[in-house]
């Protein structure tokens, strides 16, 4: 297990290249909408390789906001990215597809959060940081893209845009107490997703 938490990443650019192979299968069954809301995991694990190969966004964070202290480790950046990101993602692109296309916003605002989210970083400190360029050129665009898509169907109401928000910014703050409550942990203390 410490293996696969140390090393996911490298394993995630040729899965991203394999999913984005499978993209015009969407296309031949005639299912845009669909296939854009598919694009968001391929893409959003394009993005992870920029963030975290070399452990860079953990050294990001740990130097610039807990100045030192390492409140994000290894074995956070696991947890939430593999199962919460891919999980979250595939949950709603299934949802998406046997239950209502709306379900498909949840990670489409999820991945416009985050982007801006490196916006604001980059802003805030004035350098670049780890998942910037791809949060630029990948999240910005597509999930605008994706949303505007989505919005013109007539069965995507404004609560499957409220769910997507809702939950986008349920997940950040989240991340963010995460972030505080390690910050005030003492630096030797155990604590669960310590690795």
Do not use: D
Request: hydrophobic share 50%.
């Amino acid at each position: 297990m410490q293996n696969l938490i140390q090393f996911w990443v490298y394993g995630t650019f040729p899965a991203a290249l394999l999913l984005l192979g499978l993209f015009p299968a969407f296309l031949s069954a005639g299912s845009f909408p669909l296939g854009l809301i598919y694009l968001q995991i391929p893409f959003y694990m394009l993005h992870q390789v920029e963030e975290h190969a070399s452990g860079r966004f953990g050294r990001f964070v740990n130097q610039t906001v807990g100045h030192g202290k390492e409140i994000l480790t290894p074995t956070a950046i696991f947890w939430i990215n593999v199962p919460g990101v891919w999980g979250i993602s595939l949950t709603s692109f299934l949802l998406a597809c046997f239950l209502h296309p709306g379900f498909g916003l949840i990670p489409v605002y999820g991945s416009l959060l985050n982007g801006l989210t490196h916006l604001l970083a980059w802003l805030r400190w004035r350098q670049p940081n780890p998942g910037l360029f791809t949060a630029l050129f990948f999240f910005l665009p597509l999930g605008g893209f994706t949303l505007w898509s989505l919005s013109r169907q007539p069965e995507v109401t404004l609560g499957f845009h409220l769910l997507g928000i809702f939950l986008a910014l349920l997940i950040h703050l989240a991340l963010v107490l995460y972030f505080i409550h390690r910050f005030r942990q003492p630096q030797g203390s155990k604590f669960a997703m310590h690795g």
